[in-house]
């Protein structure tokens, strides 16, 4: 059974820090492409930020600077949030692929994905 478990989500101020774990297990994901994403009530799931086995990341343009992503090629995948926003308030999702050649920003690459953390920053 593959699982991904979120954890690290909780409320914060503006401008404060949160970092967000994912931690996977049932197989070894040292070769997969690791991604964050995020969904606020009534719209499409938005990518995050990904990371490929080798240490290769991408961006959303609205995370850019102040995201950052990681791996432990093992079984964690992390990502630190800092100069937080009102407009990140979301549930936090963390999903695997096994298509490495390009990193997607598309939910339908992915083919696994965690149950989610309420990221919540107050004004």
């Known amino acids: 059974q593959v699982q991904l478990v979120e954890s690290g989500g909780g409320l914060v101020q503006a401008g404060g820090s949160l970092r967000l774990s994912c931690a996977a297990s049932?197989?070894?994901?040292?070769?997969?492409?690791m991604a964050w994403f995020r969904q606020r009530p009534g719209q499409e799931r938005e990518f995050v930020a990904a990371?490929?086995?080798?240490?290769?990341t991408k961006y959303g343009d609205s995370v850019k600077g102040r995201f950052s992503i990681s791996r432990d090629n093992a079984k964690n995948t992390d990502l630190q949030m800092n100069s937080l926003k009102p407009e990140d308030t979301a549930v936090y999702y963390c999903?695997?692929?096994?298509?490495?050649?390009?990193?997607?920003?598309?939910?339908?690459?992915?083919?696994?994905w965690g149950q989610g953390t309420q990221v919540t920053v107050s004004s």
């Open positions: 990371i490929t086995w080798s240490g290769g």
């Open positions: 999903a695997a692929t096994a298509v490495t050649t390009v990193i997607s920003s598309w939910p339908t690459s992915y083919d696994y």
């Open positions: 049932g197989r070894t994901f040292r070769n997969y492409a």
